[in-house]
């Protein structure tokens, strides 16, 4: 499974980068406002940071708009996929880049037949949000298991990019299931690093080592 992380901090990103394990970055208009900073510009930066998909998202939502800006984006660098909301005209768009050879990653699905319908316009990622779905008393981890079997029932290429990421055990979760892609806030992928027995273990190698030399 390919890990990306879900931010627009650059900081967060190079760290994530230093580790060596990190295949892409996902942002969105929520997590660009956080940073202050100009949209096209922190991509730009993002895209040279991180060789992998970079995930910059369209603001308008109608078919024009969306085609226009994504055209854009597909020029800030090589590795920019478009992110296009599941919209009519969305897909609409999303079939259009698809014959432009433009790469897509349809965000803001809550249902398989959402999945679906961007699937058959041929976007390149689909994104369930999982958390989403939880916060409201549902269950999301099921969503992404019911897309998968779909696309694997149909031989569909896209991917499935597990989105809106709250703890670790949708890691996992993802994991069991399959899933191409999970997209994780930066501390939620600095958990994947922790265990207490680890911490405790080190704290005793060395503890008994010394003691030994000490002694
Ligand atoms: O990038 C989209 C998605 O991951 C959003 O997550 O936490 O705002 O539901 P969240």
Redesign the pocket.
Known sequence: MKLFI?TANVDEIRTAMSWGVLDGV???P??IAKEKRDYKETVKEICAIVPGPV?AEVLSTDYDGMLEEAREWSKVAKNVVVKIPLLPDGIKVVKQLTLEDIKTNV?LVFSVNQAVLAAKAGATYV?P?V??ID?IGGNGMLLVEEILTTFMNYDLDTEVIV????NGRHIVDSLMMGAHIA?I?FKILQGMFKHPLTDIGIERFLADYKAAMDG
Do not use: E
């Open positions: 879900d996902t942002t969105n929520s997590l995930s965000t994104s949000f958390g989403r916060d989105a809106s990421v709250r997209t806030p």
